[in-house]
């Protein structure tokens, strides 16, 4: 039966929508207690939000029914909107999944292009198709050009803003991509209507986001606090306390950023904090080696000392 929706997305949204990884047991099924504990977490440590599904969340390795328990689990523990990562190669893999997260209490979902789109044209199309499909479920446009090889220009990004209204956010990933940021808000004071964006990219620039415009952050770092922390106190006009606070992470930040290692450092920090049980990957996935391990916790144990001084 389906649950009623929380509040749902809307252009307001900000704060942390923490990108929550996919836990799993040591023989690679979903570890479903681990959800539940990794919610908890995450709500803990300051998310106004939950991303599930997402590219760091391993939703490619999942099946279809394994998606829906997911979706099910997250929706059912968690007590903040929760957006579920659609993005597939078809439109109906997209309705259908979009239907189970809605039906579950989801509170919106979010959507990547295809690496198959090449021109302005075939992006705005393709996006005002995907609105079409999604009716009245509101949604967020993933821009991450690294990963999909999409790039969506401001202008882009404004005429499927402009064309499709149950566009409520822009998960920001572009990189470099904070003159795309001041644009897009330099538009709104123009008249343009005006969105919710979160960004990315591991949090390595949150600050600079934040100063150009951004509402809060949507990404994976295994220490939500600190980008819960650095949000508030920037909406608060404390920069240099946000400043603090963000360069006391940054090395594990930095670490964590790694292509290739990063859910990999990601899941075994998140088990160090006890968050998950255990740190697996899903095959295809890496295994850290001893020496990524040692300079883990060489981090972490700099990173309390940091804090410490910080009082």
Known sequence: MPRPNPKLLDETAAGVFTIAATPFLPDGSLDLESIDSMVDFYQEKGATGLTILGMMGEAGKLSAKESSIVIDRVTTRASVPVVVGVSAPGLAAIKALTDIAMDRGAAGVMVAPPGSLRTDDQIIGYFQMVADVLGETPWVLQDFPLVTGVQMSTRVCRTIFDTCPTCVMLKHEDWPGLEKISTLREMEANGARRLSILCGNGAMFLLEEMRRGADGAMTGFAFPEMMADVVRLMQAGD?????????????????????????????????????IAHPTVRRPGTVLSPATIAEIEALIARQEARLATLG
Request: net charge positive; aromatic share 10%; proline share 5%.
């Open 239 to 275: 920069e240099d306390r946000a400043r603090d606070i963000f360069d006391a992470y940054l090395p594990l930040v930095r670490y964590e950023s790694q292509p290739g290692l990063g859910l990999a450092i990601r899941k075994y920090t998140l088990a160090k904090r006890g968050a």
